[in-house]
């Protein structure tokens, strides 16, 4: 059967006011990061309005988290922590985002585990979509019907994925579903990601991209390399909110 080709029809209000900034190394880009980050919740405290932040997996926010945790100015009381996507494995299993969120931030954090909205990757996965959907229809502000997170940090894959939307699937920018099932392509681990009109629906939407190998992948987005038009991450326009691009000199040396 021939694949249908995936037209996407990606709105956006604003004229995409796109920030990308390099940093010397991942610790001057996570040290920016951070602070941006503490100010935004100082920011939402000052009106006791709830701040939602969808966070990212894998190994590059693993030093923005751990520069969060002795943040001595922020209090994280109206913070409501997600994950943009989570691996389906236990939170003790090496390979979960949110395990390595515990162990660099919110276990040396003071905030309250019902602001801590967990994926449970150790759960059926179907059912854990649908219920990790609800909990994040009730907990964040809605625009044009979706779910409206006012922070989403993103990281981007040597092949172009972003949360674990995979080349492939853009068909998940076209979803009506909050969060879908997703399956690693090399590895075939199922995952439970946030889908692409979600992640386009956030106020602020920033990639923290860092390390030799993602130099390539960065170099055909930015210089607009057909190939580009095969990576999830291509799609990440943000319909009303601002994209950043955080991005380390390494990453960014083919620029
Ligand atoms: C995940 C992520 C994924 C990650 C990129 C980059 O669960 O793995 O959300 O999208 O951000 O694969 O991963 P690294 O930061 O480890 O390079």
Redesign the pocket.
């Known amino acids: 059967m021939v694949k249908k080709g995936i037209t996407l029809t990606i709105k956006t209000i604003n004229p995409l006011v796109k920030i990308v900034k390099i940093f010397p190394t991942p610790y001057e880009l996570s040290k920016e990061f951070a602070e941006e980050m503490v100010n935004m919740i100082i920011e939402s405290a000052k009106y006791s309005k709830p701040f939602t932040v969808a966070l ?6 693993e030093l923005l988290f751990s520069l969060l945790s002795v943040a001595v100015s922020v209090s994280w009381k109206y913070v409501h922590i997600f994950w ?4 389906c494995v236990p939170p003790d299993d090496a390979e979960s ?1 949110f395990g390595m969120t515990m162990s660099k931030l919110l276990s040396k954090i003071e905030i309250a585990s019902r602001n801590i909205h967990r994926i449970n990757g150790e759960d059926e996965p179907e059912k854990e979509a649908l219920r990790y959907s609800k909990e994040i229809s009730l907990f964040t502000r809605e625009r044009d019907g979706l779910p409206l997170f006012d922070l989403i940090l ?4 040597e092949d172009g ?4 939307i995979f080349p492939g699937h853009l068909d998940l920018f076209d979803s009506d579903k909050i969060c879908t099932i997703a399956l690693h392509p090399v590895t075939q681990q199922k ?1 439970i990601t946030l889908t692409g009109r979600i992640i386009n629906n956030a106020d602020i939407v920033t990639f923290l991209v860092a ?1 030799r190998k ?1 130099a390539e992948v960065v170099e055909k987005m930015f210089k607009n390399d057909l190939s580009a038009l095969n990576y999830p991450a291509t799609y990440i326009v943000p319909v009303y909110g601002r994209l950043n691009w955080y991005i380390d000199k390494e990453a960014g040396r083919l620029l």
Request: net charge positive.
């Open positions: 990212s997996g894998g190994s590059t926010p943009g996507d989570e691996r985002n993103l990281g981007l894959g994925h972003t949360a674990s995952r390390g993602k």
